[in-house]
Protein backbone atom coordinates (compact mmCIF):
# COMPACT_ATOMS: atom_id res chain seq x y z
CA UNK A 1 0.00 0.00 0.00
CA UNK A 2 0.40 3.37 -0.30
CA UNK A 3 3.80 5.17 2.13
CA UNK A 4 3.33 8.68 1.84
CA UNK A 5 0.15 10.14 0.39
CA UNK A 6 0.05 13.82 -1.13
CA UNK A 7 -3.57 16.07 -1.84
CA UNK A 8 -4.97 16.70 -4.08
CA UNK A 9 -3.93 14.59 -6.90
CA UNK A 10 -4.61 17.77 -9.27
CA UNK A 11 -5.57 20.89 -9.35
CA UNK A 12 -6.56 23.70 -11.56
CA UNK A 13 -6.56 26.91 -10.69
CA UNK A 14 -6.62 30.91 -12.08
CA UNK A 15 -3.92 32.60 -12.80
CA UNK A 16 -2.97 34.92 -9.24
CA UNK A 17 -4.43 31.99 -7.09
CA UNK A 18 -2.69 30.36 -4.30
CA UNK A 19 -2.22 26.04 -4.33
CA UNK A 20 -1.75 24.42 -0.99
CA UNK A 21 -0.73 20.99 -1.60
CA UNK A 22 -0.33 18.32 1.56
CA UNK A 23 2.31 15.02 1.99
CA UNK A 24 2.02 13.02 4.47
CA UNK A 25 3.76 9.93 5.31
CA UNK A 26 1.11 7.03 6.48
CA UNK A 27 3.04 4.60 8.72
CA UNK A 28 6.10 6.14 9.65
CA UNK A 29 7.64 9.08 11.08
CA UNK A 30 9.23 11.25 8.62
CA UNK A 31 12.68 12.77 9.82
CA UNK A 32 13.01 15.24 6.60
CA UNK A 33 10.58 15.92 3.36
CA UNK A 34 11.68 17.08 0.36
CA UNK A 35 9.46 18.57 -2.40
CA UNK A 36 10.19 18.21 -6.00
CA UNK A 37 8.99 19.79 -9.27
CA UNK A 38 8.93 17.80 -12.56
CA UNK A 39 8.49 19.07 -16.38
CA UNK A 40 7.07 16.35 -18.81
CA UNK A 41 10.09 14.56 -20.17
CA UNK A 42 12.80 15.80 -17.22
CA UNK A 43 13.84 14.45 -14.51
CA UNK A 44 13.05 15.50 -10.56
CA UNK A 45 13.94 19.08 -9.70
CA UNK A 46 14.56 19.09 -5.97
CA UNK A 47 13.05 22.58 -5.04
CA UNK A 48 13.51 22.36 -0.85
CA UNK A 49 14.19 20.01 1.86
CA UNK A 50 11.79 20.09 5.35
CA UNK A 51 12.61 19.49 8.94
CA UNK A 52 10.09 19.21 11.07
CA UNK A 53 9.83 22.37 13.37
CA UNK A 54 12.43 24.33 11.37
CA UNK A 55 12.47 26.44 8.17
CA UNK A 56 12.95 24.73 4.73
CA UNK A 57 15.99 24.85 2.68
CA UNK A 58 15.56 25.85 -1.08
CA UNK A 59 17.46 24.90 -3.86
CA UNK A 60 19.19 28.21 -5.66
CA UNK A 61 17.04 29.43 -7.82
CA UNK A 62 13.50 28.42 -5.77
CA UNK A 63 11.96 31.35 -4.71
CA UNK A 64 11.20 31.22 -0.98
CA UNK A 65 8.54 33.30 -0.86
CA UNK A 66 6.90 32.18 -3.81
CA UNK A 67 6.53 28.65 -2.55
CA UNK A 68 5.99 28.15 0.94
CA UNK A 69 6.46 25.32 3.16
CA UNK A 70 5.42 24.39 6.21
CA UNK A 71 6.37 21.40 8.01
CA UNK A 72 3.94 20.77 11.31
CA UNK A 73 4.83 17.49 12.72
CA UNK A 74 6.58 14.61 11.77
CA UNK A 75 4.24 12.96 9.13
CA UNK A 76 2.72 16.10 7.77
CA UNK A 77 4.61 18.96 5.01
CA UNK A 78 2.37 21.10 2.90
CA UNK A 79 3.71 23.01 0.35
CA UNK A 80 1.80 26.61 -1.15
CA UNK A 81 2.40 27.86 -4.53
CA UNK A 82 1.70 31.89 -3.74
CA UNK A 83 0.13 33.75 -6.49
CA UNK A 84 0.73 30.58 -9.18
CA UNK A 85 1.38 31.59 -13.06
CA UNK A 86 0.68 28.99 -15.69
CA UNK A 87 4.57 28.78 -15.49
CA UNK A 88 4.05 27.23 -12.18
CA UNK A 89 2.15 24.52 -13.88
CA UNK A 90 4.18 21.31 -13.47
CA UNK A 91 3.96 17.82 -11.55
CA UNK A 92 4.38 18.49 -8.23
CA UNK A 93 5.97 15.50 -5.62
CA UNK A 94 6.80 15.12 -2.02
CA UNK A 95 9.15 12.38 -0.40
CA UNK A 96 8.93 11.49 3.13
CA UNK A 97 12.66 9.84 4.95
CA UNK A 98 12.55 7.88 7.88
CA UNK A 99 12.79 4.57 9.21
CA UNK A 100 10.04 2.04 8.76
CA UNK A 101 9.01 -1.04 10.87
CA UNK A 102 10.93 -4.04 9.33
CA UNK A 103 13.25 -1.84 7.42
CA UNK A 104 16.85 -1.90 8.41
CA UNK A 105 17.76 1.65 6.74
CA UNK A 106 15.96 4.60 5.91
CA UNK A 107 14.55 5.14 3.02
CA UNK A 108 13.27 8.11 0.80
CA UNK A 109 9.28 7.50 -0.08
CA UNK A 110 7.68 9.57 -2.65
CA UNK A 111 3.90 10.58 -2.82
CA UNK A 112 1.73 10.04 -5.74
CA UNK A 113 2.33 13.40 -7.01
CA UNK A 114 -0.01 16.62 -7.69
CA UNK A 115 -0.16 17.48 -11.24
CA UNK A 116 -0.82 21.74 -11.12
CA UNK A 117 -2.42 23.32 -13.93
CA UNK A 118 -3.04 27.44 -14.26
CA UNK A 119 -4.78 29.12 -16.36
CA UNK B 1 30.67 19.29 -8.83
CA UNK B 2 27.47 16.93 -8.72
CA UNK B 3 27.39 14.51 -11.89
CA UNK B 4 25.03 11.59 -12.58
CA UNK B 5 25.22 9.89 -15.34
CA UNK B 6 22.77 7.30 -17.53
CA UNK B 7 21.62 6.34 -20.57
CA UNK B 8 18.64 8.09 -22.28
CA UNK B 9 16.67 5.45 -23.71
CA UNK B 10 17.17 1.09 -24.24
CA UNK B 11 14.95 -0.65 -25.58
CA UNK B 12 14.77 -4.92 -24.22
CA UNK B 13 12.47 -7.50 -25.59
CA UNK B 14 10.06 -9.31 -23.33
CA UNK B 15 11.33 -12.11 -21.74
CA UNK B 16 15.25 -10.57 -21.79
CA UNK B 17 17.51 -9.29 -19.31
CA UNK B 18 18.81 -5.48 -19.18
CA UNK B 19 21.17 -3.88 -17.95
CA UNK B 20 21.08 -0.08 -16.94
CA UNK B 21 24.30 1.49 -15.76
CA UNK B 22 24.83 4.67 -14.09
CA UNK B 23 27.82 6.48 -13.26
CA UNK B 24 28.04 9.54 -10.63
CA UNK B 25 30.82 11.91 -9.29
CA UNK B 26 29.05 13.63 -6.10
CA UNK B 27 30.37 15.25 -2.82
CA UNK B 28 30.01 12.78 -0.29
CA UNK B 29 27.78 9.37 -0.72
CA UNK B 30 25.13 7.77 1.39
CA UNK B 31 23.98 5.65 -0.50
CA UNK B 32 22.12 5.07 -4.41
CA UNK B 33 19.13 4.44 -4.83
CA UNK B 34 16.94 3.30 -7.96
CA UNK B 35 13.54 4.31 -8.60
CA UNK B 36 11.03 3.41 -11.44
CA UNK B 37 8.71 6.09 -12.35
CA UNK B 38 5.94 5.50 -15.45
CA UNK B 39 4.54 8.23 -17.55
CA UNK B 40 2.45 10.79 -15.34
CA UNK B 41 3.28 8.88 -12.53
CA UNK B 42 5.55 8.92 -8.89
CA UNK B 43 8.42 7.42 -8.79
CA UNK B 44 8.03 4.16 -6.80
CA UNK B 45 11.43 2.84 -5.01
CA UNK B 46 13.34 -0.18 -5.80
CA UNK B 47 16.57 -0.24 -4.64
CA UNK B 48 18.91 0.98 -2.53
CA UNK B 49 22.69 0.25 -1.92
CA UNK B 50 25.24 1.51 0.25
CA UNK B 51 28.12 -1.04 0.33
CA UNK B 52 29.86 -2.68 -2.42
CA UNK B 53 28.09 -5.23 -4.27
CA UNK B 54 24.86 -6.96 -5.46
CA UNK B 55 21.09 -6.26 -3.97
CA UNK B 56 18.87 -8.67 -5.13
CA UNK B 57 15.17 -8.03 -4.92
CA UNK B 58 13.28 -10.80 -7.57
CA UNK B 59 13.08 -9.69 -10.99
CA UNK B 60 15.33 -7.01 -9.79
CA UNK B 61 18.88 -6.69 -8.39
CA UNK B 62 20.92 -3.86 -8.04
CA UNK B 63 25.16 -3.47 -7.80
CA UNK B 64 27.37 -0.60 -6.53
CA UNK B 65 30.76 -0.13 -6.57
CA UNK B 66 31.92 2.84 -4.97
CA UNK B 67 35.69 2.72 -5.74
CA UNK B 68 34.34 3.16 -9.29
CA UNK B 69 31.56 5.43 -8.75
CA UNK B 70 29.08 3.21 -10.45
CA UNK B 71 25.80 1.58 -10.36
CA UNK B 72 23.85 -0.67 -12.58
CA UNK B 73 20.33 -2.18 -11.96
CA UNK B 74 19.31 -5.38 -13.90
CA UNK B 75 16.29 -6.28 -15.00
CA UNK B 76 15.67 -10.31 -15.60
CA UNK B 77 12.98 -11.70 -17.26
CA UNK B 78 11.31 -8.45 -18.82
CA UNK B 79 7.63 -7.74 -19.05
CA UNK B 80 5.72 -5.40 -20.71
CA UNK B 81 4.91 -3.31 -17.87
CA UNK B 82 8.42 -2.85 -16.80
CA UNK B 83 8.65 -0.22 -20.04
CA UNK B 84 8.99 2.96 -17.47
CA UNK B 85 11.54 5.41 -16.97
CA UNK B 86 14.10 4.38 -14.17
CA UNK B 87 16.13 6.80 -12.24
CA UNK B 88 19.34 6.67 -10.45
CA UNK B 89 19.77 9.21 -7.35
CA UNK B 90 22.64 9.77 -4.73
CA UNK B 91 22.60 10.26 -1.44
CA UNK B 92 25.12 12.98 -0.70
CA UNK B 93 26.70 13.86 2.13
CA UNK B 94 27.76 11.91 5.34
CA UNK B 95 24.76 10.16 7.43
CA UNK B 96 22.92 11.96 9.89
CA UNK B 97 22.39 15.27 7.53
CA UNK B 98 19.32 15.61 5.54
CA UNK B 99 20.88 13.68 2.84
CA UNK B 100 18.79 15.40 -0.29
CA UNK B 101 18.77 13.00 -3.14
CA UNK B 102 20.43 13.86 -6.27
CA UNK B 103 19.10 12.67 -9.70
CA UNK B 104 20.18 11.62 -13.09
CA UNK B 105 18.34 12.41 -15.85
CA UNK B 106 16.41 9.09 -16.23
CA UNK B 107 16.77 5.74 -18.22
CA UNK B 108 13.27 5.08 -20.74
CA UNK B 109 13.30 1.41 -20.72
CA UNK B 110 10.96 0.26 -23.85
CA UNK B 111 10.40 -3.25 -23.89
CA UNK B 112 8.86 -4.72 -27.04
CA UNK B 113 6.89 -7.99 -27.39
Known amino acids: GAVVSQHPSWVICKSGTSVKIECRSL??????MFWYRQFPKQSLMLMATSNEGSKATYEQGVEKDKFLINHASLTLSTLTVTSAHPEDSSFYIC???????????????FGPGTRLTVL | GQNIDQPTEMTATEGAIVQINCTYQTSGFNGLFWYQQHAGEAPTFLSYNVLDGLEEKGRFSSFLSRSKGYSYLLLKELQMKDSASYLC??????????????FGQGTTLQVKP
Open chain 1, 27 to 32: DFQATT
Open chain 1, 95 to 109: SARGLRRNQRTDTQY
Open chain 2, 89 to 102: AVRGGPSGNTGKLI
